[in-house]
T-cell receptor, first 115, second 111 residues
């Protein structure tokens, strides 16, 4: 099946710094990728939709200036958490729709801890 | 607004028990319902259901969809400690075609 990778899998950073998370579709092209966030003991919540060749679409309540998304190519989307704060500590997961109408492929996730 | 609701939120059973996890949904232009198992990392795919009344089965897990009553169940028979996880139900929805997730059911299987 299709594979989506994420890097890094785990990152610890200091408050005020920026962190970049990469999401790659390894064996297929993805014009759209989704970025989800999962806080402890909560479900996955969509943050934004990354679109190749156009601006990302952010969900209500997600600051676009804080969570910068760049869909650089048909196989790469990046999420940059700028000026990270401890409350940004979370599990970030990307997914990409597959060729099948209903398929979605998840990356392995990135656990961000901001100290 | 599209939504997916799971119950119970948490369940503790002993090995060998059978469990039923519930998922109800309200999704405009419903296309499919998906079940995932999440342990420590990203969710892993279990089932995709698109048609009512057709049971999907994989080993001790099975699932069925009722499009009239807008719900699905996930059954696990003869549970094992390795079944301990969060089980997520999701449906494609929203304006972007993203998955809308329920809050999940945390299953703990005790030896």
């Amino acid at each position: 099946g299709a594979v989506v990778s994420q890097h890094p899998s785990r990152v610890i950073c200091k408050s005020g710094t920026s962190v970049k998370i990469e999401c790659r579709s390894l064996d297929f092209q993805a014009t759209t990728m989704f970025w989800y966030r999962q806080f402890p003991k909560q479900s996955l919540m969509l943050m934004a939709t990354s679109n190749e060749g156009s601006k990302a679409t952010y969900e209500q309540g997600v600051e676009k200036d804080k969570f910068l998304i760049n869909h650089a190519s048909l196989t790469l989307s990046t999420l940059t958490v700028t000026s990270a704060h401890p409350e940004d500590s979370s599990f970030y997961i990307c997914s990409a729709p597959g060729q099948g109408l209903y398929e979605q492929y998840f990356g392995p996730g990135t656990r961000l801890t901001v100290t | 607004e599209d939504k997916v609701v799971q119950s119970p939120l948490s369940l503790v059973v002993h090995e060998g028990d059978t469990v039923t996890l519930n998922c109800s949904y309200e999704v405009t232009n419903f296309r499919s319902l998906l079940w995932y198992k999440q342990e420590k990392k990203a969710p892993t795919f279990l089932f995709m259901l698109t048609s009512s009344g057709i049971e999907k089965k994989s080993g001790r897990l099975s699932s069925i969809l009722d499009k009239k009553e807008l719900f699905s169940i996930l059954n696990i028979t003869a549970t094992q400690t390795g079944d301990s996880a969060i089980y997520l139900c999701a449906a494609p929805g929203g304006s972007q075609g993203n998955l809308i997730f329920g809050k999940g059911t945390k299953l703990s299987v005790k030896p």
